[in-house]
């Protein structure tokens, strides 16, 4: 074997053109290594930096702290502050958010809801509690815009309401396009309905590739409720202050 080895250099160094071609394959070679190597750190440090920025939480009460923070923050700085919910009743987040509007340093804000229709008999299929419940909060939110119109045009405060007809299967909290609480809804099948703020959120920002992919599904279905006019999906813009 070492004198067939032998042979082989000495057949090779021999011949320039063997020299060159064996050079390029170890340079190919060495190219090919390092860009996988940096592939894979890329990979590495994509999955422990999603894994950073993603946190899970029991419920949607466990949310409130973090999101809180997110919101306070947002306003006190002064850009303006704009919280997508894509909810069920509202019965959880109009209240929560109901904190901030009775803050008077709170301006500059926008609110948008997308709530369940009632008058849907796909949604009232699946719970009727929740559409009894979500015309509820429309009507009081309704109500809180009417009573208190004045003070916010001051404070710069809009509120938009859209109704949605299909099953709410994807909900959650979006703040300024880059911070997303989301959950989904699932099935009690003791009680034969739907389950929504029990289940668990998970957070992703806009700051990793699966936070920016979930926060594009989010809106997705967001627009998809805002631009639909047809009569099947019951879209509404109930009020906004300019409008009035």
Sequence with gaps: ITIITSYIYFQVLSEPILILILLSYYIFTLIIFSYLAKQRSEMVDEIVSSKANMRVYSNIHDTYPDMGGIIRNSLQSGEGTEVVV????????????????????????????????????????????????????????????????????????????????????????????????????????QKDSMEGAENFYVYYNSKTSVGKKHIHMFNNWVGHIKSRKCENLCLKEITKPNDI
């Design 86 to 189: 894509l909810g069920l009743t509202l019965y959880h987040m109009w209240y929560y958010m109901k904190n901030f509007l009775q803050d008077n340093s709170t301006s500059n804000l926008r609110l948008v809801f997308c709530v369940m229709d009632s008058s849907s008999s796909i949604l009232s299929g699946l719970n009727r509690k929740w559409c009894k419940r979500a015309d509820d909060y429309i009507s009081e939110i309704q109500e809180y815009l009417d009573t208190n119109i004045n003070d916010l045009e001051k404070r710069e405060i809009e509120i938009h309401i859209y109704k949605y007809c299909h099953p709410p299967i994807v909900h959650g909290m979006l703040i300024n396009n880059k911070h997303l609480f989301l959950s989904f809804t699932q099935w009690n099948w």
